[in-house]
């Protein structure tokens, strides 16, 4: 399967009451019901309490996964040389509080926006 390379960078809220220090996420991106992502990243970041955080993540899109959702906006892509598209992203993030390690899940929806040109530069259509 081939995998394109991606930089995001991701707000993220830790809405319980006390800091924690982040160790990993293992996250999935879905459009619809297409797998079109994945990360698995490690981290020494402390997390604020009840605060909202941004985190840069590198992530492999999956280059069949996102031809198939392209080639459903196709019309939008060609209209407008770009699509946003709504990604369902889950998964689980390792925090440690204490000393003791605990997986937190992680599930959210965020609109990313594909442009033609940069995609067409790397996925075989």
């Known amino acids: ?25 293992e996250l999935d991106l879905n459009c619809k019901t297409t797998k079109i992502g994945e990360t698995k990243a490690s981290f020494h970041r402390e997390i604020p309490a009840d605060d909202i955080f941004e985190l840069n993540i590198n992530l492999n899109l999956i280059a069949s996964g996102i031809k198939e959702i392209l080639q459903d906006e196709f019309l939008d892509i060609l209209t407008d040389g770009k699509v946003k598209i709504p990604v ?33 530069a790397k996925i075989k259509l």
């Open 88 to 120: 369902q992203i889950s998964g689980e993030a390792g925090v440690k509080k204490l000393g003791l390690k605990f997986n937190v899940p992680v599930n959210f929806t965020k609109e990313f926006e594909f442009i033609l040109d940069e995609l067409l």
């Open 1 to 25: 399967v081939g995998m394109i390379p991606f930089s995001i960078t991701l707000k993220l809220k830790n809405p319980n009451n006390i800091s924690a220090e982040l160790l990993s996420l």
